[in-house]
């Protein structure tokens, strides 16, 4: 998993209020539900509160997205397997990522549509701003409603699905050569080398 993928993935957990939100046009009241947990998402990062940071990534849905058709193929035991690994790794990043926040000056939005029940997207801009230098991170995150929270699925940057990639880029090669099998012993062995 590539730095600037990991780093897009910590910032896109979210988990809002419950309560329908309208679909297609956003309310102003349906807007401040989705951004206020990426604030709050943002300042976990900043001040090491990793464990809140985990519990709103959709770390299942995530899962059985970044592998595809063989999710269904799975047991039980597998699905959850990968699910815990995938939760370790991006754990283990989460520290990485804070001293990019430390000059974070903003936190903007745009375009948040409901694309269902369950579903929204929302455009983001991360300004981090020192007195060396000013860079933006432009994202689009898609949200997934579980229960009565909005949680964080995926997050597109640069043109780019990040579990599409890791999908296509990862996790299918390695089940070529050698099944689910290799893909959790892959896992394990990352999360081993990082302790």
């Not at 897009?8 to 102003?28: D, E, H, M, N, R």
């Not at 926040?101 to 903003?106: D, E, G, R, T, V």
């Not at 029940?117 to 991170?137: C, G, I, P, Q, W």
Request: glycine share 6%.
């Amino acid at each position: 998993m590539t730095k600037k993928l990991l780093f897009a993935l910590v910032i896109v957990a979210l988990a809002a209020p419950a309560g329908a939100l309208a679909q297609g046009k956003v309310s102003t009241k349906d807007k401040k539900k989705l951004e206020k947990p990426i604030k709050v998402l943002v300042q976990a990062v900043k001040y090491g509160k990793y464990d809140m940071v985990l519990k709103q990534l959709a770390v299942d849905g995530m899962s059985a997205e970044m592998c595809g058709k063989h999710w269904a193929k799975m047991t039980d035991a597998q699905k959850k397997k990968f699910t815990a690994n995938l939760a370790a790794l991006l754990k283990l990043r989460f520290p990485k990522f804070k001293d990019q926040l430390k000059y974070l000056s903003a936190v903007l939005f745009s375009q948040h549509k409901v694309l269902g029940k369950d579903r929204a997207t929302l455009k983001n801009t991360l300004v981090v701003h020192s007195k060396v230098y000013k860079k933006e991170y432009q994202l689009t995150w898609t949200l997934i409603k579980k229960g009565k929270k909005w949680q964080g699925l995926d997050l597109i940057t640069v043109g780019k699905s990040f579990l599409v990639k890791m999908r296509d880029k990862q996790i299918y090669p390695l089940v070529a050569k050698g099944g689910i099998k290799l893909v959790l012993q892959k896992m394990d062995a990352m999360i081993a080398k990082a302790k």
